[in-house]
T-cell receptor, first 114, second 113 residues
Framework: KAGVTQTPRYLIKTRGQQVTLSCSPI?????VSWYQQTPGQGLQFLFE???????NKGNFPGRFSGRQFSNSRSEMNVSTLELGDSALYLC?????????????FGQGTRLTVV | DAKTTQPTSMDCAEGRAANLPCNHS???????VYWYRQIHSQGPQYIIH???NNETNEMASLIITEDRKSSTLILPHATLRDTAVYYC??????????????FGTGTRLTIIP
């Protein structure tokens, strides 16, 4: 069974630009979560989508947004990029539902803002 | 979610058992203990989880103390490919629609040849 796929793997953007990252979850998984990883702050939760609705949100500015499509694929967008947005962005998918289940992570998108 | 405390780093000789401790003294009765690891520049990988009984799978064993205030992840025969950062996380069950994982700083495990 295919794992979580994130595209692109690497991205270089200029300050002030915007960027869109994509995540395809494991087939059948309805929940997609996004995380930002930086050397200084570690792994931090951005937001989670379930059935096309944002269920949970971390403590990030409104420049960070996302959406989920009917096939569970998700995108996250960062507008007005800042140097501090340089990070590894990770997507995780899970079955979700009432039982606690494990999350499966993609390889991430390495974003560099110059 | 309960806070966890892990040593910053540990070394283990290749072929030996690696024992990674985690303290979660404020864990609630409805919270599970999860372990993930992250090999350099890759996404975190699920290892194992448990509530109060010891658990074992093909990757590792999880030993949870009777009072549930601490746990130990055991990699029985460590290989160089086990070099990674290991995260101990507690999550409520049922999670009531909250898939958020709160990662701490983890333990950087280095397997020595």
């Amino acid at each position: 069974k295919a794992g979580v796929t994130q595209t692109p793997r690497y991205l270089i953007k200029t300050r002030g630009q915007q960027v869109t990252l994509s995540c395809s979850p494991i087939s059948g998984h309805r929940s997609v979560s996004w995380y930002q990883q930086t050397p200084g702050q570690g792994l931090q939760f951005l937001f989670e989508y379930f059935s096309e609705t944002q269920r949970n949100k971390g403590n990030f500015p409104g420049r960070f947004s996302g959406r989920q499509f009917s096939n569970s694929r998700s995108e996250m967008n960062v507008s007005t990029l800042e140097l501090g947005d340089s990070a590894l962005y990770l997507c995780a998918s899970s079955l979700a539902g009432r039982q606690t289940t494990e999350a499966f992570f993609g390889q991430g998108t390495r974003l560099t803002v110059v | 979610d309960a806070k966890t405390t892990q040593p910053t780093s540990m070394d283990c000789a290749e072929g030996r058992a690696a024992n990674l401790p985690c303290n979660h003294s404020t864990i609630s009765g409805n919270e599970y203990v999860y372990w993930y690891r992250q090999i350099h520049s890759q996404g975190p990988q699920y290892i194992i989880h448990g509530l109060k009984n010891n658990e074992t799978n093909e990757m590792a064993s999880l030993i949870i103390t009777e009072d549930r205030k601490s746990s130990t992840l055991i990699l029985p025969h460590a290989t160089l490919r086990d070099t990674a950062v290991y995260y101990c996380i507690v999550r409520p069950y049922p999670n009531f629609g909250n898939e958020k994982l709160t990662f701490g700083t983890g333990t950087r495990l280095t397997i020595i040849p």
